[in-house]
């Protein structure tokens, strides 16, 4: 290292320390000149743009102290900032993940790569990974229903799990599917991990932007999908699969699950209207706050099919609606189903859970579900809340194209 180079770095670090930016960072490039792979002169120019605000020009001299010196810890902190300000999330998450390993017991580290991940990804995946009962019976639907030789098609693959399931059982081989590029990536690295990269390839698409004869070279044999949500549908669960029916699945094609029951009970409950409507509260009127409503939104329920101290069941279970996935599918339904009212109240909202029929022999039901279970009911508000009375007979009509509409 030259002596003009420690003259230079000295006197634009002298500068840096007394917050003279502009004087700091003419002295800090005639040193870059001289010495280009120089971490900490890099770290400096970095912490200089960044407080001049441009951003990527920070990304960039960040970069070059972690090729030049991956063990500077800090420019894995400052290379996040950077990169969380300019909007990708996705590359912030991997730095703070590299950091997070090189690093170890570093709980700050984890901390902010935590919050990343939470607003980058929703967090039931790692919930749902950690569901064995659902787990169990899908891989016992797979088994059955996948044969040697098979070409299987993977909707929403998230981890793989499914895809590796499928191989595991004697597909030929798994064309998966996932919308988010990055969860994508996560996928091929733990199917490469469990040594299925051979049979299994990921697609970063979503499977309804498919293209035959470029992203799968034949129509398949097997369907296996779990992109269902609280209220079945919500995922996109039905085009999804219509879809595939029609354009990406050979006649006759098997599919996991084979169908879907979704219930639906009344219930008095009336918290679950304050959500979505507010009147006055504490004697003040915040009526205006209602613009930030969505009563079409069904939610999670945090309530089961039995009366609890917030909330009574009102009614016999009804089906809301029959999905038959191996037969073509409507993506928009008109139902009626006739319900006993059990108890008198006030009709606030309706209870919903669903049965997956994964094969002939294995059910998986959102009803009443137990801790470890990553599913919950869902409630979806009624905005019309009649007076039942008790003994009576009730219709309930459900509309769904994109949102449910009930109306009794």
């Known amino acids: 290292m030259s002596d003009a180079f420690k003259e230079l770095f ?17 002295f800090l490039l005639e040193a870059l000149a001289l010495n280009p792979s120089h971490a900490p002169l890099n770290y400096y120019l970095g912490t200089v743009a960044e407080e001049e605000k441009d951003f990527d020009q920070a990304e960039t001299y960040y970069e070059k102290v972690l090729a030049c010196d991956p063990t500077m810890r800090q420019a894995y902190v400052q290379l996040a900032h950077v990169l969380f300000f300019l909007g990708k999330k996705e590359k912030a998450l991997v730095v ?4 997070e390993e090189r ?59 499914l895809a590796m399931m499928a191989a595991r059982a004697g597909a030929a081989h798994v064309y998966a599917f996932e919308a988010q590029p990055m969860i994508a990536q996560l996928a091929r690295d733990v199917i490469a991990q469990n ?38 549908v919500g995922e996109g669960a039905l085009p999804s699969i219509a879809h595939a029916q029609a354009e990406l699945l050979k006649p006759m094609a098997r599919v996991v699950p084979q169908g879907a029951r979704l219930y639906g009970a009344l219930i008095e409950c009336d918290h679950l209207q304050r959500f979505h409507h507010i009147e006055t509260v504490n004697g003040f009127d915040l009526s205006a706050m209602n613009v930030l409503s969505h009563p079409l939104l069904y939610k999670e329920a945090l309530l089961g099919p039995q009366d609890s101290p917030y909330h009574q069941v009102l009614s016999t279970p009804f089906l809301v609606k029959a999905f038959d996935f191996e037969q073509p599918l409507s993506t928009r339904f ?65 509309s769904y194209n994109g949102y449910f509409d009930f109306q009794l």
Not at 12 to 26: P, W
Not at 96 to 99: D, Q, T, V, Y
Not at 364 to 391: C, F, N, V, Y
């Open 195 to 232: 040594g299925l990269a051979d049979k299994i390839t990921v697609i970063a698409k979503h499977s309804t932007q498919a293209v035959l004869g470029q992203d799968l070279p034949q129509k398949c044999d097997v369907l296996v999908t779990e992109i269902f949500d609280r209220a079945l």
């Open 334 to 398: 008109n139902t009626l189903a006739t319900v006993s009212v059990v108890k008198e109240g006030q009709a606030d909202a309706i209870l919903l859970w669903f049965e997956l029929q994964l094969n002939a022999e294995h059910v998986l039901s959102t009803k009443d579900p137990a801790p470890d279970s990553h599913w919950r009911e869902a409630a979806q508000i009624l905005l019309k809340r009649p007076q039942l009375q008790m003994g009576t007979t009730l219709d309930i009509k459900t």
């Open 10 to 26: 000295k006197q634009g670090t002298n500068y840096f320390a007394q917050g003279r930016y502009e004087e700091a960072k003419r």
């Open 103 to 161: 690093f170890e017991n570093s709980h700050d580290l984890t901390y902010m790569r935590g919050q990343v991940a939470s607003q980058l990804f929703p967090g039931w995946h790692l919930p749902m990974l950690a569901d064995q009962r659902r787990n169990d019976l899908y891989e016992a639907a797979i088994n059955a229903q996948v044969r040697p030789g098979d070409v299987v098609l993977d909707i929403g693959t998230g981890s793989g799990l």
């Open 96 to 99: 703070l993940r590299a950091a």
